[in-house]
């Protein structure tokens, strides 16, 4: 996976360089066991400090991201559990844990996910927790077309009863758990892959101009970061706050528009479009089979 690293942004290089290894990890695209760059190749890759690169990496290690093998270097860390004299069926959970961890899971999924098999919910309605109401509105607008229940932002004076299922982007796995109430069920939200994101889409010629226009600025971001890192040279791409006056005054020039499904409906019937979806497939499936849609 390439790094995508600007100076001029209004996120700092040590956080642009967190999101993007977590979007890779979340994505798939750095599996579990890939080794990441050191900290010296990385800083001088990209001309910024190791200091920078150092600082990033910490962080990742404390969320629990990567892990450090002496005297070899940094990886997507995997499923790390030890049990004394385990049990039969001990060992067959830990293989369960260990499996679901390498696909991407955590333990509360599995969790989770035993528990609706052994005593199934019908649910009313699905929760989207996300402080960003662009990011929440594009996020029920993707649910919505594959889902038929009712679909609210989860604020704070709306209950989480039994019949209520929460979900969240996998991003935001720490703050939602913390702030719900115990036992609240919550499906966290994969992100799309590079390569998923792309499929079907003829490789755009070189020096042609691609928008990337959302009204989120995460969306913006997570979809330049992919772009680059398949080959797309930084400098053929534009992008566009869709929550500004005349967005769609600047896609005059653009060969390609990358966007989202919010965006996509204001977009002009002449732009060709390629709509950046959030939520991974699989991720939908879950919701379908735990809904019993």
């Not at 649910?123 to 929440?136: F, H, K, S, V």
């Amino acid at each position: 996976m390439r790094f995508w690293i600007t100076k001029n942004s209004e996120l700092p290089v040590r956080e642009q360089l967190v999101r993007q290894v977590l979007l890779g990890i979340l994505s798939e695209d750095l599996p579990v066991g890939h080794k990441l760059p050191s900290v010296r190749a990385l800083a001088r890759r990209h001309h910024i400090h190791s200091n920078t690169v150092s600082a990033a990496y910490h962080d990742l290690l404390e969320q629990g991201w990567l892990e450090l093998r002496r005297g070899s270097g940094l990886y997507v860390r995997p499923m790390q559990a030890a049990v004394d004299g385990p049990g039969e069926l001990d060992r067959l959970l830990l293989v369960v844990l260990q499996t679901a961890r390498a696909q991407g899971h955590d333990p509360e999924e599995v969790l989770f996910r035993l528990e609706h098999l052994v005593r199934p919910r019908a649910y009313e309605r699905i929760l989207i927790a996300e402080p960003d109401p662009t990011m929440r509105e594009i996020l029920q607008a993707e649910i919505s077309e594959q889902l038929s229940l009712q679909i609210e932002g989860l604020e704070q004076d709306i209950p989480t009863h039994g019949r209520s299922l929460v979900v969240a982007l996998a991003t935001r796995a720490i703050k939602v758990r913390s702030s719900l109430p115990p036992g609240t069920p919550c499906v966290l939200l994969r992100l799309r892959s590079v390569r998923g994101s792309l499929e079907g889409q003829t490789r755009p010629a070189p020096n042609t101009l691609i928008s990337i226009v959302s009204g989120c600025p995460e969306i913006r971001f997570w979809s330049r970061a992919m772009l680059i890192s398949v080959g797309i040279d930084p400098d053929c791409l534009c992008e566009i706050d869709a929550a500004s006056k005349g967005w769609q005054d600047r896609l005059s020039l653009s060969t390609l528009v990358v966007t989202d499904v919010i965006a996509a409906r204001d977009l002009p019937a002449s732009c060709q479009v390629k709509v950046f979806r959030v939520i991974a497939d699989s991720s939908i499936r879950e919701l379908k089979q735990v809904c019993g849609c």
